[in-house]
């Protein structure tokens, strides 16, 4: 089974308070989780949910007593449903072990209901089978929203009204965007939670079901060698880069929206720093962990536009192949100018990191795909983190070795995809890697400004060739401040 981090590695703090009835204790005999995938017929479902779900009940992570109920508009049977399921279901654990029969089972497990979103109706029809199926245990519900945004108010509403557990928890995970800026997420948050607590919504930023950020903060915190060197005495910038080596290709309609600003860093790559930079927390339970993000947050300079390169990809030929523009893309507006491509750097006003420039770069269409945070530490000879060990043998000579964790060299078995993760945490009530609205709130007020600004000048980005470094004006930004991206 996925180890989750538990208590030891710091204090415990006092037990969280759950608003939440009793009966969230998903092994017990007497109850049972109900996982409706909402927008069941979509992309996100196909291509992700499902499998991580999959995953989870083959790994026995899922609780003994569940079922899960796709819904959607699309008119589907419960066959049509495990047929188009199946087609994505992957043995990549061990392909060893008895998949194929593990697949059938999970797959008897799985339902569909047709509805419309907006039918308070149609979730009490949902209600009905979803009774059928818990055959009176306590039952828990969880509602997976994988529906464009501008439906989820309405499926909260009627699912809430006509599907909420009658004697357990009711949660509802949440897929970005959560809004386009401060107002409409705030809008968002205010309608949501006509219907839901605080406490019943996850909003999911998948980049924090990783496994390499999860082991950010255990690195952190459980090396000692690391904390003391963790700030401005040391560190002498930070990075976060996103790179995708592809284009929008065909799918720009979504993207042409937001642009990389509110589709990577205002959440991802935000996230991200937010969980390298914050104050130690009381303990790693979800509200302390939280709370210490949400000071980084609100210690931040908000964006000027001067502290930002935006670019977007343009053709590019090389040989006998030509690589499309975004504005090439059918789903784009000709004359687009959302970035593609943008850089900023980033201060942080505490003590901690006065004055270090956390400088971010998410592009598509580059010449590399890679997620990355790099550190670069001031130039002091104490701090090589390189390791002195003995040299195998009968004699007394010694080596220094690097520190270097090579996953795929070190464990052999498969790392789970984040939503495995995230649904997991979701199914316990588990917080810490899910976005509180005044986190969300913090996060837009940085970029907001910016966001508009960008929009009302209709500021040109800088124009990049498809499979390039970038615009050479993010290579400027980051030798303002003595950077040179890595
Ligand atoms: P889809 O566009 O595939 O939509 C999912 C389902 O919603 C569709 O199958 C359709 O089902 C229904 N739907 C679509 N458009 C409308 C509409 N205008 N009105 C009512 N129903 C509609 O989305 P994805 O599956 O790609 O994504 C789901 C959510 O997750 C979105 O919010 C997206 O932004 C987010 N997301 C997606 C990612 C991905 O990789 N795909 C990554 C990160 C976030 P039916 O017609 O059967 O009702």
């Given amino acids: 089974p996925i180890k989750k981090l538990k208590d030891g590695l710091l204090p415990a703090s006092p037990p969280e308070v759950h608003k939440e009835p009793i009966g969230f204790d ?16 979509g992309d996100l479902a196909k291509k992700k949910i499902f499998p991580a779900l999959f995953a989870l009940y083959y790994e026995g992570c899922l609780p003994e007593h569940f079922t899960i ?45 047709s509805g419309q979103y907006d039918s308070k109706d149609n979730f009490a029809e949902l209600d009905k089978k979803l009774k059928e199926r818990e055959a009176g245990r306590v039952s828990n519900r969880l509602f997976y929203l994988s529906i464009p945004p501008n439906i989820f108010t309405d499926a909260v509403r009627c699912a809430s009204v006509s599907a909420s557990a009658a004697n357990g928890w009711t949660r509802v995970i949440v897929e970005k965007p ?34 390499l950020v999860e082991n950010l903060s255990v690195l952190r915190f459980s090396n000692l060698v690391f904390e003391p060197l963790w700030s401005r005495q040391y560190i002498r910038n930070v990075q976060f880069i996103f790179s995708e080596d592809f284009g929008t290709e065909g799918r720009g309609g979504y993207f042409d929206n937001y642009g990389i600003i509110r589709d990577i860093m205002q959440n991802h790559l935000l996230q991200i720093l937010a969980l390298f930079a914050m104050e130690t927390p009381v303990s790693l339970d979800a509200e302390d962990i939280r709370n210490e993000k949400v000071k ?55 003590a901690r990191w006065d004055g270090v420039p956390f400088l971010m770069k998410a592009g598509k269409a580059l010449d590399d795909r890679r997620t990355e945070i790099r550190v670069q530490f001031r130039h002091v000879p104490a701090i090589y983190l390189k390791i002195n060990n003995k040299v195998p043998g009968l004699g007394m000579r010694l080596d220094r070795s690097n520190l270097n964790l090579l996953y795929k060299a070190r464990y052999s078995k498969e790392i789970p995809d984040a939503y495995e993760r995230l649904l997991l945490d979701a199914i316990e009530g588990e ?32 124009y990049y060739p498809y499979g390039s470094r970038g615009p050479v004006g993010a290579h400027y930004l980051a030798a303002r401040y003595n950077v040179k991206w890595g």
């Avoid at 047929?83 to 029969?101: A, F, P, Q």
């Avoid at 890697?433 to 709130?441: A, K, M």
């Fill in 178 to 211: 959560f809004g386009r800026d401060s107002e409409s997420s705030a809008a968002l948050t205010k309608a949501l939670k006509q219907y839901l607590e605080e406490d019943q919504i996850f909003r999911i930023d998948h980049y924090l079901g990783k496994e």
């Fill in 296 to 350: 980084v947050l609100r210690s931040m300079r908000t964006l000027s536009v001067d502290e930002v390169i935006i670019g977007q990809y343009k053709s590019h030929t090389n040989g006998s192949t030509t690589y499309p523009a975004y504005t090439d893309d059918k789903t784009v507006p000709k004359d687009s100018l959302t970035p593609t491509f943008a850089a900023a750097a980033l201060f942080i006003d505490n």
């Fill in 26 to 41: 998903v092994n017990n005999d007497k109850s049972t989780v109900s996982i409706t995938v909402v927008g069941a017929s």
């Fill in 431 to 462: 917080r810490r890697l899910f976005i509180r609205s005044d986190e969300l709130d913090a996060a837009w007020a940085l970029f907001t400004p910016l966001l508009k600004e960008l929009e009302v000048k209709r500021l040109i980005p800088e």
């Fill in 69 to 113: 109920f796709g819904y959607a508009r699309s008119k589907m049977t419960d066959a049509d449903l495990r047929n188009m399921v199946s087609k994505t279901l992957t043995c990549r654990i061990d392909k060893r072990e008895n998949c194929g029969e593990k697949m059938e089972q999970f797959l008897e497990r799985c339902f569909y209901h």
